[in-house]
């Protein structure tokens, strides 16, 4: 349970990013009305996770989790191109982030 509210509050942060590149600087109401709700909704999802786990591994999970995410959908939605830097800094990340799972 804990593991399915980090990554949706990650998977939160992520998509709230992706409708903030379409928002165009928060000019567009709608773009800008769904980054806010994502945004607090994983807001809340991290609060609700942080309640049974530490402060300090929750954000890094968290925030692990939203770079591997938010490189996906930047590929994958927005066209940006992948590097071996990209992808081997995700890797760093994604390690770190399962050695504070262990």
Do not use: D
């Not at 980054?35 to 999970?61: K, S």
């Amino acid at each position: 349970m804990q593991t399915i509210l980090l990554l949706s509050a990650a998977l939160s942060y992520s998509v709230g990013g992706y409708y903030m590149k379409l928002s165009q600087g928060l000019t567009k109401g709608g773009p800008t009305s769904i980054v806010m709700i994502l945004f607090c909704l994983g807001a809340g999802l991290q609060m609700y996770a942080m309640r049974q786990t530490e402060m300090t591994a929750t954000y890094i999970i968290v925030l692990g989790f939203e770079a591997i995410t938010a490189l996906s959908i930047g590929a994958l939605f927005l066209h940006e191109g992948l590097t071996m830097t990209k992808l081997l800094g995700v890797l760093i990340v994604a390690v770190g982030v399962a050695v504070l799972r262990g």
